[in-house]
């Protein structure tokens, strides 16, 4: 393996010697191989038309990344299934990468809330109830309402205006029904706003509260991921929700402002 070159492509689980193979037989709720999975696409991967094939490099930090955001979109779509088990060999032997990439981007996602260590077996996707997502969106309105109400008595109609097309992209991913760019246009929508209020701190603790929140995780005991996973009507009426509140920031109407912030969050389950 090369160093800070990089490497003509990522390593499978069975080509690193340092890497332990899941054991058989490890029991129903561990994750096995499955179908392979692929990774997000890295710029410059792919040719110009009529140009012959060529080595994919892939550094180090850019294989952890993508192996990172491609599990984020599995959990927010529901194909990492809350309760389970799943081994950083056997992930990474789906994904076509050895297990330390996958191992780093679990443990970010342990930090994020989304999964918890299972020591000698790997990762367990956590399960949320009902009740945390309610609490959830109470302390994000807690925090996001009055720093919105905030703003939208201070900040000038032309800099509310920039951010249309971060409120246009929501409603883009919503009509599609793409949850995992529907949660990340989402957040960088409520991240943009907040960016108004020049508090690096505020930011921080808001985007983990809004993370925390899209991971559709089963309320119900038994239930499919499926089941906690929002439909395409809710995106598209959250999404809707984005343009008019940003419509109304123009207007500084605060009326509507007011109105629309608090039923924002009071739906809130993306």
């Known amino acids: 393996m090369r160093g800070a070159e990089g ?30 999975w692929s990774l997000p696409a890295a710029p410059g991967d792919v040719p110009a038309p009529g140009a012959p094939p060529r080595p994919r490099v892939v550094r ?7 192996v990172l955001q491609a599990l984020r979109t599995a959990l927010v779509d529901g ?19 050895s297990a330390t990439p996958v191992r780093e ?13 299972v020591p000698n077996r790997g990762f367990r996707v956590c399960v949320r109830t009902g009740r945390e997502l309610a609490e959830l969106a109470e302390v994000r309105a807690l925090i996001e309402v009055p720093v919105m109400l ?9 800099r509310w205006t920039a951010l ?19 949660a990340d246009s989402d957040r960088a929508f409520h991240h943009a706003v907040l960016a108004l209020a020049g508090n690096d701190q505020l930011l921080a603790v808001a985007d983990d509260l809004h993370r925390r929140s899209q991971w559709p995780l089963s309320a119900v005991a038994g239930a499919r991921p499926a089941s906690a996973v929002p439909d395409r009507a809710v995106l598209v009426a959250d999404a809707a929700e984005h343009m008019a509140l940003l419509e109304a920031l123009i207007a500084r109407d605060l ?13 809130a389950d993306v």
């Open 255 to 267: 009326t509507v402002v007011q109105s629309l912030v608090r039923e924002h969050f009071a739906g």
């Open 79 to 97: 194909e990492l299934e809350p309760g389970t088990v799943y081994s950083a060999p056997a992930l990474g032997e789906r994904y076509g990468v």
């Open 164 to 182: 249309r097309p971060l409120a246009e992209a929501t409603v883009v991913a919503a009509a599609r029904g793409d949850r995992a760019s529907y």
């Open 150 to 158: 905030r703003l939208a008595r201070t900040v000038p109609a032309d």
């Open 105 to 117: 981007a679990m443990q970010q996602l342990a930090v994020e809330g989304a999964v918890e260590v």
């Open 7 to 36: 490497v003509a492509a990522p390593r499978r689980a069975q080509d690193d010697p340092a890497e332990p193979r899941p054991a058989a037989g490890a029991g129903p709720t561990v994750a096995g191989a499955g179908d392979a």
């Open 60 to 66: 180090r930090h850019s294989v952890r990344e993508q």
